[in-house]
């Protein structure tokens, strides 16, 4: 979606059609509709016998309702703030937004983001009781806003820190679009793709920051790799850049790593620690992970073990002797800052 770009086409006197404000901001026809319905965010004359046409201010207004829903604002709230902002906004105002607020940014999270809503997200998402940070940015990767996504990470990094961002609003925004994805069939694959492509880039931009900036610990260095036949990476790369934001070493094999290679990178690195991610119960191997586990390395004489870390969800809840299961990355990292037998 691009709403910055004034459109030459359009005649200020005229106005645009709902379809044409539909495909400019991103949003349904129908989601128009409703909130016109609902909020009173409709065009101001409805000329009789013809199509509503939506004026440069009613425009202004649709785009401040985006801005506001984007950074997790409740639509209720939201509509009446947009309905105020075109108050004041001029009657020669474009599809041009208005400037963020100093200090701000465009979608700086609101103070009460804080707190966890349980109202229904607009993003078509099951999301359940998660803060509004989270419903923003579900809206955001719905209407494929792919600023507001952005900025909307990079807001949440600044206020709440990697580790609480990734556990209370990227992880549920990204299980609520897998949901989706499975139960809608082809729908929602594009939203997929573009939240899981923002997340592993702002993501790894904290690791790369935090690599140069940091002093790394001299200690060996702690492996993170997928199982075989495995694709699902970023709560491994969520956890590779808390680990380089503490100082702490490590070596990211990233998605399906073969047998061989993950054994032989044991052998030859002598880690002091392997995580090893399953998100789902087809591609977690018990036998490989105990195998890992029971892999010696170091001069002769003095040969040691790493620890092995199960994380995700293809690891169900079973019992596995003599491995650590964390149930999430505060948990991983508490273990791993931990040190060995």
């Not at 009460?112 to 509004?132: D, E, F, I, M, T």
């Not at 392997?274 to 003095?302: C, D, F, I």
């Not at 809840?317 to 650590?324: D, K």
């Amino acid at each position: 979606m691009d709403v910055r770009a004034p459109d030459a086409d359009i005649a200020p006197e005229a106005g645009v059609s709902t379809g044409f404000l539909a495909r400019r901001v991103g949003v349904s026809p129908t989601t128009l509709r409703s909130w016109d319905r609902r909020y009173g965010l409709g065009p101001a004359t409805r000329p009789a016998g013809h199509h509503r046409r939506w004026t440069p201010r009613d425009v202004a207004m649709v785009v401040e309702m985006c801005r506001l829903t984007a950074a997790g604002i409740p639509p209720a709230e939201a509509a009446r703030a947009a309905r105020e902002h075109a108050g004041e906004h001029s009657a020669h105002a474009t599809l041009t937004p208005p400037p963020p607020p100093a200090g701000g940014g465009a979608l700086a999270v609101p103070a009460a983001s804080s707190r966890a809503s349980a109202s229904r997200s607009g993003s078509g998402l099951p999301l359940g009781n998660v803060r509004q940070e989270c419903r923003g940015l579900a809206r955001a990767a719905v209407r494929l806003d792919s600023v507001a996504v952005q900025e909307l990470l990079t807001a949440s990094l600044r206020v709440h820190g990697l580790v609480l961002t990734w556990e209370e609003i990227l992880s549920p925004a990204l299980q609520a679009v897998g949901r989706k994805w499975q139960s809608a069939g082809d729908r929602y694959v594009e939203v997929e793709h573009l939240l899981s492509w923002h997340v592993s880039a702002t993501i790894r931009h904290v690791y790369v920051s935090a690599a140069l900036t940091r002093r790394v610990s001299p200690s060996s260095p702690v492996v993170l790799a997928c199982l075989p036949q495995e694709q699902h990476t970023l709560a491994l790369e969520a956890l590779n850049a808390a680990l380089a934001q503490r100082g702490v070493a490590t070596l990211m094999l990233g998605s399906a790593v073969p047998v061989e290679a993950l054994l032989a990178a044991v052998q030859r690195v002598g880690p002091s620690a392997v995580v090893l991610w399953s998100q789902s119960a087809a591609t977690a191997s018990t036998p490989l992970a105990q195998h890992v586990a029971e892999t010696r390395w170091g001069v002769r004489g003095a040969r040691t073990r790493s620890r092995v870390l199960l994380c995700g969800p293809g690891w169900r809840r079973t019992q596995h002797p003599g491995l650590l299961r964390p149930g999430g990355l505060l948990e991983a990292l508490s273990m791993l800052d931990t040190p060995g037998p």
